[in-house]
């Protein structure tokens, strides 16, 4: 697993506070996106897991604003990778039924990636009362939302191209947007008054 934020178009892992303007690098070969240089760590547990969470949440970049006492200023995207081997049957064995596993002693390994990103909100300037830096890292945060959605009416309109390259947050998310990806939207909406118009 990994553990990053998008702070102000900048990639920084949260596990290693002190890695900051992350690479992301596209493999030529596979054209599968990786995060170059972000800690990468083998779980052992559910309670490490936790650990790291924790660890990462704390190292996360969140300020006050006149509607949250707590906002969060970043995108948080956690990425969990699961690779398994799996036994490669050879033609003769295809054709064979038996509930004993089989195989010809060659593995295939299959590959996953988890993406579960938790989003900082869309910030309407003059109810957040940002101003100075934190008026800066709400367009960041709303311009990289605004490319986010333009790629979801791409892929609604069954567009051809989707404009992952607009952002780093949708570079990052580009294979969510991909023919082998399910992809699950979640959101949030407060009901408070104050908050509708």
Known sequence: MSLEQLYMESIQDL???????????????????????????KLRDLDQFLELMRIGEAN??????????????????LMVFV??????KSED???????????????KIRKSKMLIVDLAGSE????????????????????????????????????PHIPTRDSKLTRLLRDSFGETSSTVLFGQRVSHERFCE
Not at 15 to 41: F, M, Q, R, Y
Request: net charge negative; charged share 25%; hydrophobic share 30%.
């Open 83 to 88: 690779r398994r081997s799996v036994p490669e």
């Open 124 to 159: 309407r300037v003059d109810k957040s009362g940002s101003e100075g830096h934190l008026l800066e890292e709400a367009k960041f945060i709303n311009l990289s939302l605004t490319s986010l959605g333009k790629c979801i009416n791409a892929l609604a309109e069954n567009s």
């Open 60 to 77: 996360r970049h969140a300020a006050n604003t006149k509607q949250n006492t707590e906002s969060s200023r970043s995108h948080a995207i």
């Open 15 to 41: 596990l290693a506070p002190e890695k900051v303007n992350i690479h992301i690098n596209d493999d030529p070969k596979t054209g599968e996106l990786s995060i170059h240089g972000a800690t990468l760590v």
């Open 93 to 107: 064995e295809i054709s064979v039924v038996s509930d004993l596993p089989q195989g010809n002693g060659i593995s």
